[in-house]
């Protein structure tokens, strides 16, 4: 099972055949295993990883990761904070974490007024939200495994 969620993780695109000739598998083995996984929701969903600055001038869209405290309030937890944060469409991420803040978001929009609208508007009215502070994501070179820059420096070595 594993090695399938490997191969998918790579590429989700690997057909049922491709997937059995490199685990060693049936087809239709493989099509039972991947069943499984998702009808036990551990694959959660196929996506296509797209690299923003490739799509052109005015298609992009401004990202930004906003550092959350919260103060819990009677009976809230952070997971009550979350369920209220997460259904924003504008939130793409939100990971509750340890050290100086409590939660991460990571928020998309078409311009930066549009960050600070989500975060003055909707994320300072939330209950607990006690701070925070927002970043604007200049460029993303690496992320979930998927590297955004092309390679294309001269590795030759220098002569002295």
Request: hydrophobic letters at 40%; a negative charge.
């Amino acid at each position: 099972m594993e090695e399938i969620l490997n191969l998918l993780r790579e590429n989700a695109r690997l057909s049922a055949e491709d997937i059995a000739s490199m685990t060693k598998k049936t087809v239709d083995q493989v099509k039972e295993i991947i069943a499984k996984l998702e009808a036990d929701g551990v694959i959660l969903k196929y996506a296509a990883i797209i690299d923003p600055e490739k799509l052109g001038k005015g298609k992009s869209t401004y990202q930004a990761e906003i550092e959350v405290q919260c103060t819990l309030e009677r009976g809230q937890t952070f997971d009550t904070i979350a369920d209220r944060i997460y259904r924003f469409p504008q939130v793409k991420s939100l990971y509750l974490m340890s050290g100086g803040y409590d939660l991460k978001i990571v928020i998309e929009g078409d311009d930066p007024r549009d960050i600070f609208y989500f975060v003055s508007g909707k994320l300072a009215t939330i209950p607990g939200v006690r701070a925070t502070k927002t970043s604007l994501i200049m460029k993303t070179y690496k992320e979930n495994d998927t590297i955004y820059v092309s390679d294309e420096r001269d590795r030759r070595e220098a002569m002295a």
